[in-house]
């Protein structure tokens, strides 16, 4: 009976050996996981740095175009009134022009 209770106690003894080295992987394991995990969580903040870096310099890009188009429009627009109102000018000199050769004439 001694020699079945050793057995079983070397038995007890070796299983015990064999999972304290599976816990020792298994700890490893997560560690490298975590490791892994850290440095992914870390370049997804980074790619967000940088994407709403992006972001604000292009809003800030079309903010400016806009800004300018909308200069050049007032610009044209104002460019396209000057000439309008100069042709009616000349048109109303022409016309009065017009009216007193044709007053001379009569």
Do not use: P
């Not at 892994?36 to 980074?46: G, L, M, P, Q, V």
């Not at 940088?50 to 909308?70: G, M």
């Amino acid at each position: 009976m001694r020699d079945e209770s050793d057995a079983a106690l070397e038995n007890m003894g070796a299983k015990v050996d064999e999972l304290q080295i599976d816990l020792a992987e298994a700890r490893s394991q997560l560690h490298e996981l975590t490791l892994e995990r850290n440095a992914s969580d870390e370049a997804n903040k980074t790619t967000a740095n940088t994407t709403a870096q992006n972001e604000r310099a292009a809003r800030i890009k079309l903010d400016a175009l806009v800004a300018e188009n909308a200069q050049l429009r007032d610009t044209t627009v104002a460019g396209e009134r000057g000439r309008a109102e100069q042709a009616l000018l000349e048109l109303k000199i022409e016309r009065e022009e017009t009216e007193r050769l044709d007053a001379e004439n009569a």
